[in-house]
Structures are given as C-alpha cells and as structure tokens.
C-alpha cells in the first residue's frame, strides 16, 4: 500500500503542488511509513510517493520511472507474476514499458489485474498524464481543481480550497500537457449503447460501468423456497437439511474453495514482519494479521480460514471495538453526560457477538493463539481525534462516514485491552468482510425489499413471494452498483493512516463472478427470520466449516454494533460532527 500524489500546474511552476503536497504529506506518509520520494518533470509535474512494503523481495521505491514512463501504484496485485522476488509495483510497471503503447492497450493491461489498485501515470513522450482506480473502487484516488492546476491524490485532508471529487472507477483518466488549457478524458472499461464516455469534467453524474459483469458459473439449479417448500424439516437441523441436498452443498464448496485462496492471497503476500520488527527486517514471533472482529459470520469465516495460513506459532489479532454511549450537542444531557466518563458499560452487541464467535474459534482451534483485542473508545477520545478522522473521510461527510470512519480508524489503530492488560496491536495487514452482505443479502433494506409486495397481499401467494424476489435482486443489484462510492474508497484513507494495508477477502474477482451468478434466493431466504435467513448461503457456508453456533449470530452493522452511530439519525445527512 502507497500514498501517491500527483500535481499538474497550468504554469511552468510546481509551488501550487508544493504548497498542497505540504499540507497533506503526513497523511500520505502515514500510509507509507517505509520510503518516501518524488520527482519533478518539465517544472510543472510533481509526483509523490510514499511506500508500505508488502510484496517483492525488496521495497520497490516510487516514483518508479523509465525513460519514457513514471509509474505511482497503490495497490495489491493477486496474480502470477512469475518471479515472486518482484514486487507487484515492479511487475505491473515492466508490463507497462514493454507493451505497444497507447491507451486500449494500456486498458487491456489493467483488465488481467486482479486486486485493488489506484494509479497515476506520465507518459513522458506524450506529455500526458493517465490515472485510474481498478472497478471495484477499492482503493482511494481523490481529484481536485482549481484555477492553478489539479490534484490526484490518495488522500488530502479538509485544509484545501480546492474541489475535491473521489474519483468514479469507470475506467481510465487521462489529460495532455499541451499547452495551460488540461481537460479531463475517460476512457470507460466498458462502453455501451447507453452511455458513451468521451469526456469528462469532475462535476458530471458519472454512471458506474464496471469492466467485470457477472459471468455465467454453471450451478445446478435449486431456489430455497422450493427446497424448504418442498418438504419443511421437522426434527433436523435446517442447515443440515439444506446441505442434504448435492447442489447446495457443491456450491457451498465451490464458494469455500476460492474464498480460501482469496485468504491465503492476502494472508502471506506480506513480509514476516511486524510494525516494530520492519527496520531490522528480521522475521519475528509477533501478529502481522488482524481481522476487524465483530463476531458476525462474515469476520468468523475470515478468522477460521486465516488459521491455516498463519503460522502456528504466530498469534492472530480480533480487533473489536465498542464506544462510549454519544450524546450529541444539542441534547439537554450533553453538559453532564461530557463530565461524566466512570463506570462506562463496554458490553455493546459486537462485544457480545464477539466473544460468542472467539469462544467457537477457540474450541475449533485450540493450538491457535487468538488475541482478542478489546479496544474501547471514550467520547474524550473520540473528540480529540476528530480532525485527524475528518481529515481522511473527506471529502465525504454525511453521518454514515463519520460513524464507520470513527470505528475503523480506532479499530485498526489496534489500541486496547488483551486479557486485561494494555496491548497495541503491530499488524501490518487488516482483513475485513466487506462486500458480503451487499453479496449475500445482510442487510434490512434487502429484507424489507422482499416483504414488500408480500405484506401489500391479502393473501400470500407464488406470485407475491415471486414478486418479493425480484425486488430483492434489483435491490441486491443496487447495493452492488453503489458499493465504490458508499464504503471502499473511504475505509482505504482510513485504514492506511495507521501503516496498515486493508484487504477484503470477499471482494476477490472470483468469488465475486460465483455470487453474482446466482439468483437472489439462491442467496439469502429471508422467511426463516434474521440470524439465519439472510446471508443464508454463507451461513450454510460457516457451517461446513464447523462454525454451528456463530453460523446462526444475529449481526448488527458495525456503526449501530460498536455504538458509535445513533438510529435515530439519518444515515445520509449532514455530519456536524466532521464538518465542525
């Protein structure tokens, strides 16, 4: 992982990027703790890159740069490159160099990736810049304007005058240096007869157009509803029951397979290095992986797969974090509430789930040390990190990302309690279960979008429950066109603050094109309540894998588990919070 940082001047002149690069160079750096340099060409362009070594040999220094070409990549490459002694930046910028050059071949380059990635590159011959993020928009990219020039960065903090967009992963960026006039040109991963792209300016309403669509995974075909229809278990469990039947059970193990690999990707493609450990280079006994740790089934799976990738003697940090109850100003009660700080009850629900699911993992794996980290945020603490968390939420700032940004930035600063005493965690590498409910079908919204045509019936029939599942597909479909901009980008800035490179196990580009193959009640099959229903499909996963108590956690999402977020608040208002 990597902050990178590009400025391009109208004038023959870098002091505008100079001035913003002065203002934003600790949080680049905080992303990469372990080199830093930049270049200047043509004393107008002035890249900037700092680097947190976790694939190669060696640290690939950036800006890495050619005669023709200077690459910025901030990235996780997942493919085979062959010589594993080169690092991913090493072996994407060689792929980069040796190809007949022009952009669709520089689009069919980025097409065999798989991982998440953000990049900025010149092209020193023809005086042009190109930038992009892979499609999933998993890793950060922003860009701003002014009269002066712009500004592609990883992250850059609320102190700017400029406006700042995160930048749409619709495909490829680019822009000439001719002349003071830059214009801004897209060319999309993927066109269609709908929506055309030439042009772009950082104002237009871009339409996400992913590059990866859903491929066809022959599956035999079951529903849910007609296997529990069918016959309803009475005396066997219904996980049981369902995984009685072959086809279910073979895509369970097909989902299993390649969600391990998924794991073990991004399990060992990190150096044996803790944080305290990186300047001596040598191996040590400490944890490098972490897992941002509620309890749920998704962070469970993540755990128990990760088990057989860590070494046995090498512990694994569960990160779990709980906040002191907000009361906001405004509220009568603020005043004595902000005197008050004694006797604070840090049994919030994803402290409860979490040691439910710890328990289980245990007992499955009782060779394994599983340090659970207890990490407990006070409303003091919270305020005096304010700034620092807007800092990288920006430029977004409705009360969704200040809820999930506060709790990922505490989580993965990995400061708390571990059997009682203080603990501070020194892992390098943070796994998270993002993606799978908008995959699986986690969330209420989903259910509430399959009642809808069954409760407006008078009668339930085939046709209502019908009905009920293609509303839920299209909204399943509408959670995954809106994933880029509602979490990754964000969690990426967030995380990164802390030298520690977020991986996401379930947004594996396999794994995905599996999902998404299947129909909605092939899925999740919200009749049989929360807790087992939604998510249905990963939970029978869990299962098979011996997960029989956490398979079946009610999960709540990580802002209303933790406590940081209040339901009575509108998700996508406003934060007074981040933006006082």
Not at 62 to 74: A, E, G, T, Y
Not at 514 to 532: M, T, W
């Amino acid at each position: 992982m990597c902050g990178i940082f590009c400025c391009v001047s109208k004038c023959s002149s870098t002091d505008f990027g100079e001035a913003v690069l002065e203002g934003c160079k600790h949080l680049l750096n905080n992303r990469g703790p372990d080199y830093a340099g930049s270049i200047i060409y043509d004393n107008r362009i002035l890249m900037y890159g700092s680097i947190l070594w976790q694939q190669g040999s060696e640290t690939t220094r950036q800006p890495i740069q050619s005669d023709r070409f200077v690459l910025l990549f901030n990235g996780d490459l997942f493919i085979d490159r062959g010589n594993t002694n080169a690092s991913d930046t090493q072996w994407l910028f060689d792929r980069i160099t040796s190809a007949v050059f022009d952009i669709a071949s520089l689009a069919d380059v980025f097409k065999e990736l798989k991982g998440p990635f953000s990049l900025i590159l010149l092209d020193k011959s023809l005086r042009r810049i190109y930038f992009a993020r892979d499609s999933l928009g998993r890793n950060s990219l922003l860009l701003g304007q002014s009269e002066e020039g712009f500004i592609i960065t990883s992250v850059l903090g609320r102190n700017t005058s400029i406006g700042v967009v995160e930048i749409p992963p619709n495909g490829i960026y680019y822009a000439d240096m001719d002349g003071t006039d830059i214009e801004l040109n897209l060319f999309p991963w993927k066109h269609t007869n709908n929506h055309e792209i030439d042009s772009l300016s950082i104002t237009d309403d871009l339409i996400y157009l992913p590059w990866m669509t859903k491929d066809v995974i022959p599956v035999n075909a079951f529903s849910f509803h007609h296997v529990l229809n069918t016959q309803t278990p009475e005396e066997t469990d219904t996980f049981d029951y369902l995984l009685n039947h072959s086809c279910i059970a073979d895509l369970c193990d097909r989902l299993l397979n390649v969600l391990t690999e998924s794991v073990r990707e991004r399990v060992v493609n990190t150096p044996n290095h803790c944080k305290a450990c990186m300047a001596s280079k040598q191996s040590c006994e400490h944890p490098r992986v972490g897992i941002l740790f509620s309890g749920g089934i998704d962070c469970t799976i993540l755990a128990l797969l990760a088990d057989s990738f860590v070494p046995a003697h090498i512990p694994i940090c569960l990160l779990n974090v709980a906040f002191e109850k907000i009361i906001r100003p405004g509220n009568p009660e603020y005043k004595k509430h902000m005197a008050n700080s004694t006797d604070i009850d840090w049994d919030v629900p994803d402290r409860i789930t979490g040691h439910n699911s710890w328990k289980e993992l245990q007992l499955l794996k009782p060779n394994r040390e599983w340090t659970f980290v207890e990490i407990n945020v006070t409303r003091m603490e919270l305020q005096n990190y304010k700034n620092r968390i807007s800092d990288l939420v920006f430029p977004l700032k409705s009360v969704l990302d200040e809820s999930l940004g506060a709790a990922l930035w505490f989580a993965s600063r990995g400061r708390g309690l571990a059997n009682n005493s203080e603990y501070n965690s020194l892992c390098r590498v943070m796994l998270l279960g993002s993606g799978a409910d908008e995959l699986f079908g986690g969330y209420s919204r989903h259910r509430a979008a399959f009642y809808r045509s069954i409760v407006k019936a008078i009668q339930p029939s085939e046709e209502s429950i019908l009905t009920g599942f293609n509303n839920l597909m299209a909204e399943l479909e509408l959670d995954w066109d809106r994933l880029p901009s509602r979490n990754l980008a964000r969690d990426d800035r967030i995380i990164g603050d802390h030298g520690v490179t977020p991986r996401t196990p379930y947004l594996q580009e396999d794994f995905i094109s599996i999902v998404r193959s299947l129909n909605a009640d092939q899925r999740c099959y919200h009749p049989l309540g929360e807790g087992i229903g939604d998510k249905l499909t990963l939970r029978l996963c869990a299962y098979k894998l011996g997960l029989r108590q956490s398979c079946k956690l009610r999960k709540r999402a990580l802002q209303f588990g933790s406590r940081i977020a209040d339901r009575k608040q509108n998700a996508n208002d406003s934060s007074s919070f981040l933006s006082s």
